[in-house]
T-cell receptor, first 116, second 115 residues
Framework: AQKITQTQPGMFVQEKEAVTLDCTYD???????LFWYKQPSSGEMIFLIY??????QNATEGRYSLNFQKARKSANLVISASQLGDSAMYFC?????????????FGKGTRLSVIA | EAGVAQSPRYKIIEKRQSVAFWCNPI?????LYWYQQILGQGPKLLIQ????????DSQLPKDRFSAERLKGVDSTLKIQPAKLEDSAVYLC?????????????FGPGTRLTVL
C-alpha cells in the first residue's frame, strides 16, 4: 500500500488565488511527522512546512498552511495568494516513528502551475 | 550557512560503465541520506548514514550500488556497472540532531543519464 498518496498529478491556479494540494497518508504508528517540500525546475528540494502527529494546531509558515485532519489521515497543503514563483512540483512526505532520523517517504508529487 | 553540496551536477554514461557521485553535507550534520528520484516520481531512499555508520541500506541494490561515508563527513555513492534504469536524479540530504521536526536539507542533486 502507498504510504503517501497525492492524487493530483497537476493543478492550475490563478495568480493571487489560494490553492489546496491534497495528501493522504497511511501509517499505524501513533508518532509520525508530515512534511511538504517544493521542487522547482532547478531540482533542489525546498522544505516548506512540518506537522507532527501530536501537534494540536495546524502548522502555518507564511503563505503556507497545513490542513491536518488526523482521523481522515490527510495533510493538505494550502498556499494562499499564489505567486508565479510558486510554479513547481510539490511533494508530501512522512517520517514514521518517534526517532527523528528515520528517512522520509515521499508521494509522487503534484505539479502546480500558477497562471498570470 | 553553506548548504549541501553535490557533484557533478550532470553525468552522462553508457550502460555497463561506472560512475561516482560526491556529497558534502552541512557542517555538523551527523545524518546523511542518499535518495534516488526517477523522473515523475518522488525521491526514494537508497541509504542512510549516521556519522560514518550505515543505518539503513535495505533499498540499495547492493549488486551494483555502493556508498561510503569516511570520517563521518563527505559521502560517495558509486554505481558499477550502470543500467539504463539507473537514469535518475541522485539527491543527497543531511539532518542535524534527533528532533523529529528537524527537516532534511537537500543538495541540488546529480542528474544521471545512462545511454
Amino acid at each position: 500500500a502507498q504510504k503517501i498518496t497525492q492524487t493530483q498529478p497537476g493543478m492550475f491556479v490563478q495568480e493571487k488565488e489560494a490553492v489546496t494540494l491534497d495528501c493522504t497518508y497511511d501509517t499505524s504508528d501513533p508518532s509520525y511527522g508530515l512534511f511538504w517540500y517544493k521542487q522547482p525546475s532547478s531540482g533542489e528540494m525546498i522544505f516548506l512546512i512540518y506537522q507532527g502527529s501530536y501537534d494540536q494546531q495546524n502548522a502555518t509558515e507564511g503563505r503556507y498552511s497545513l490542513n491536518f485532519q488526523k482521523a481522515r489521515k490527510s495533510a493538505n497543503l494550502v498556499i494562499s495568494a499564489s505567486q508565479l514563483g510558486d510554479s513547481a512540483m510539490y511533494f508530501c512526505a512522512m517520517r514514521e516513528g518517534p526517532e527523528g532520523n528515520t528517512p522520509l517517504v515521499f508521494g509522487k508529487g503534484t505539479r502546480l502551475s500558477v497562471i498570470a | 550557512e553553506a548548504g549541501v553540496a553535490q557533484s557533478p551536477r550532470y553525468k552522462i554514461i553508457e550502460k555497463r560503465q561506472s560512475v561516482a557521485f560526491w556529497c558534502n553535507p552541512i557542517s555538523g550534520h551527523a545524518t546523511l541520506y542518499w535518495y534516488q528520484q526517477i523522473l515523475g516520481q518522488g525521491p526514494k531512499l537508497l541509504i542512510q548514514f549516521q556519522n560514518n555508520g550505515v543505518v539503513d541500506d535495505s533499498q540499495l541494490p547492493k549488486d551494483r550500488f555502493s556508498a561510503e561515508r569516511l570520517k563521518g563527513v563527505d559521502s560517495t555513492l558509486k554505481i558499477q556497472p550502470a543500467k539504463l534504469e539507473d537514469s535518475a536524479v541522485y539527491l543527497c540530504a543531511s539532518k542535524s540532531g534527533g528532533a523529529s521536526y528537524n527537516e532534511q536539507f537537500f543538495g541540488p542533486g546529480t542528474r544521471l543519464t545512462v545511454l
